[in-house]
């Protein structure tokens, strides 16, 4: 039972709580309630292979050092373009016109079926699944629309639309910036930042503008042409809220460098994981799948 408490508080179960947190429960967990000689001769052994490895990890670095300065020539004529070539070449994403993959989405001990689809250029569909309970929340040029089989979601929330808008760029449209850039618009809506230092890795920082009224920043390796994370600012009520999701390792034997699944947070904490399982790409998915239901 909730009632209001406040422009940004809502009672739930009696305790006043601040609206932004209930919106994200509802957003991102909406099903989550239902659910000696020898010690010598190693010891000689590996001061042998601790070498080797040295010299080997030298030569490796120089060789980095070369792609670095070749990448820093390119840098300083095209930053953006220089950047986003080096992302297709490290992940092929520019040969996906089309994906599917399902897996598992767990948070707080719970764990649903997941399905996500995506279409270049700019059509994308989740489904979350607890036994007989379903949801769906697809996006089409920018455009929210949910499918549900029980009222979980107030459909006609305005705040809780900008929070899913969110999730759906960041968590489905995963190729979505080599779609860009070979669709020839990236020079418009996107935009490269003061590359960064995170961990101890460079990163370089892409300020997206694709979407409609959100603003996603990209997190790209320097060293891989990798995609880390993807992080927004969402006002809910009066808050912001910082969302960010990062991607886990790609995934093996794959024809793409495809995370194999990511994790989120909002405000540095964490909410939820989803892990693949099985992954299907250009499979010439029709377009009226994404369409309203």
């Not at 764990?111 to 699944?129: G, K, S, Y």
């Not at 949801?135 to 979980?152: I, R």
């Not at 880390?228 to 886990?248: K, M, N």
């Amino acid at each position: 039972m909730k009632s209001s408490v406040g422009s940004d508080w809502v009672t739930v179960l009696g305790h006043p709580v601040p609206k932004v947190k209930y919106y994200t429960f509802l957003a991102i967990l909406v099903f989550i309630f239902i659910a000696g000689s020898v010690g010598g001769f190693l010891f000689v052994e590996n001061l042998r292979l601790q070498a080797k490895e040295e010299k080997e990890a030298s030569s490796t670095a120089q060789d980095r050092d070369t792609d670095r300065m070749n990448r820093r020539e390119g840098v300083a004529s095209d930053p953006l373009g220089t950047l986003l070539r080096y992302h297709i070449e490290a992940t092929r994403f520019d040969k996906m016109t089309s994906l599917v993959v399902s897996g598992k989405y767990a948070s707080e001990g719970a764990v649903l079926d997941l399905r996500i689809m995506a279409r270049e250029p700019n059509r994308f569909l989740q489904t979350l699944q607890y036994e007989n309970l379903r949801l769906s929340v697809g996006m089409v040029n920018g455009e929210l629309w949910y499918d549900q089989n029980s009222p979980l979601l107030a459909e006609d929330d305005a705040d809780l639309t900008r929070v899913n808008r969110v999730l759906m760029a960041m968590e489905c449209a995963i190729p979505i910036l080599s779609w860009q850039f070979k669709n020839g618009d990236f020079r418009r809506t996107l935009r490269r930042l003061p590359d960064e230092t995170q961990d101890g890795r460079e990163v370089a920082i892409l300020e997206n503008h694709a979407f409609t009224d959100m603003v996603i920043l990209h997190q790209i390796d320097l060293e891989t042409g990798l995609e880390i994370a993807r992080s927004s600012l969402v006002s809910v009520g009066s808050f912001d809220q910082l969302i960010e999701i990062r991607f886990a390792a790609p995934a093996e034997d794959l024809e793409f460098a495809f995370p194999s699944g990511y994790t989120v947070q909002i405000e540095h904490t964490h909410m939820y994981s989803a892990e693949f399982e099985k992954y299907d790409f250009n499979k010439g998915i029709a377009s009226y799948l994404f369409d309203k239901r």
